[in-house]
């Protein structure tokens, strides 16, 4: 168990709709990311947040967003949801300082859109 | 475009083999080489590493990074049905304010008894 938690576990929803995905850091950490795995695309760095502050984007479509909230628990969000969203949700967090790339993963989220 | 690709895809070997996962990267700053074991579901932090020549070790698992030839691997020996995994590379860089990881496609190691 890394300490990372992220709720739902899995999630079903129609193309078009909104979802939002939770997760919770270590206690402790102030940076949260968030990635996405799918099956052709590998694991990819979605967005981070450092302390309630955006730092930096990756391949992060418009229709999604993100934020950090005051107790450091983060929410990603996916609207418009299309059949190629699919994938499973990752975030992650990691201590600032030296070892800030020891990234420890939470259990994920299964997003299906149907 | 930063790029990591591990190789093999997939491998297939019997409790007690030695396996040997390859990564090379091609990355503007680079920083430093992570390998992640993924099982069921969340990728688990394995070794970190940031200078060429060192050899990380934990039990049966270590790994080198050799920065003149732009790559990493990871060893296995006496391998075990618990080793069954997906293996992911990643990299990081120097460059702004990001800790982001690059992750390679993965290696899916199965472990026959």
């Known amino acids: 168990d890394s300490g990372v938690t992220q709720t739902p576990k899995h999630l079903i929803t129609a193309t078009g709709q909104r979802v939002t995905l939770r997760c919770s850091p270590r206690s402790g950490d102030l940076s949260v990311y968030w990635y996405q795995q799918s099956l052709d695309q590998g694991l990819q760095f979605l967005i981070q947040y450092y302390n309630g502050e955006e730092r930096a984007k990756g391949n992060i479509l418009e229709r999604f967003s993100a934020q950090q909230f005051p107790d450091l628990h983060s929410e990603l969000n996916l609207s418009s949801l299309e059949l190629g969203d699919s994938a499973l949700y990752f975030c992650a967090s990691s201590v600032d300082g030296d070892r800030a790339y020891e990234q420890y993963f939470g259990p994920g989220t299964r997003l299906t859109v149907t | 475009e930063d790029k990591v690709v591990q190789s093999p895809l997939s491998l297939v070997v019997h409790e007690g083999d030695t396996v040997t996962l390859n990564c090379s990267y091609e990355?503007?700053?680079?920083?430093?080489l992570l390998w992640y074991k993924q099982e069921k579901k969340a990728p688990t932090f394995l070794f970190m590493l940031t200078s060429s020549g060192i050899e990380k070790k934990s039990g049966r698992l270590s790994s080198i990074l050799d920065k003149k030839e732009l790559f990493s691997i990871l060893n296995i020996t006496a391998t075990q049905t618990g080793d069954s995994a997906i293996y992911l590379c990643a990299v990081t860089n120097y460059g702004g304010a990001t800790n982001k990881l690059i992750f390679g496609t993965g290696t899916l190691l199965a472990v026959q008894p």
């Open positions: 990355v503007t700053n680079f920083r430093s």
